[in-house]
């Protein structure tokens, strides 16, 4: 049965997923090229750096490694000024309820984030003390959809993937869920996320006994 709750943190707990989306398109700007927000899609879960490497291939545009780097540090200057003002109130609906109704159930909770920001963003919106465990990028070195991230969270929870379930927003998210052999509860469009177990709008329309459901 459930044992476990494995968050995504950006677009699923808060919505950072618009500031890393106004962030890369400023940068794409800055190189004279756009996105849209269907290619935008596809950084949705993955890395600072692969995000610019595929941001760079839809702008015909290739540079060496040292210049790269300058151009994620950019934008996470970007990103950084954007997130380093938020508050409780950017947490999105039904999140901290979840999280209440699962500490009360003793389900444990871990964060599984591809994000080096992820600590900043929980410690400016209260999220903090909620997680049992935090695996962020900082400490994982494969990007979704490798199972990595939510594989460490477990291990660190002292629990086996399948009695844990992944909250996402990202297909990438979700194909790492189910790579690990979780349950996947994608939050956000059934057509992007269709991979997943179940998929609801937001964190308002889930609760305990249907997650318990899946198993
Ligand atoms: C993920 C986001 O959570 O973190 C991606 O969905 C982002 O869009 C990735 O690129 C890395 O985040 P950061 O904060 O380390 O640049
Ligand atoms: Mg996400």
Known sequence: GLQACLFDLDGVLVDTAKYHYLAWKQLANSLGFDFTELQNEELKGI?????LKKILTWGGLDFPQERQDELASLKNS?????????KVDEVLP???ELLEELRTNQIKIALGSASKNAQLILDNTGLTPYFDAIVDGNVV???KPDPEVFLKGAEMLHISPSGCVVFEDA??????????????IGIG??????KAHLVVEDLTKIQLKAIQNLF
């Open 171 to 184: 297909s990438a998210g979700v194909e790492a869920a189910l790579r690990a052999t979780m349950k996947a």
């Open 47 to 51: 890395s600072r750096v692969e995000s």
């Open 189 to 194: 469009s059934p057509k992007e996320l269709s």
């Open 141 to 143: 070195s494969k990007s």
């Open 78 to 86: 970007w990103y950084v000024e954007m997130i380093s003002e938020m």
């Open 94 to 96: 039904g999140s901290f």
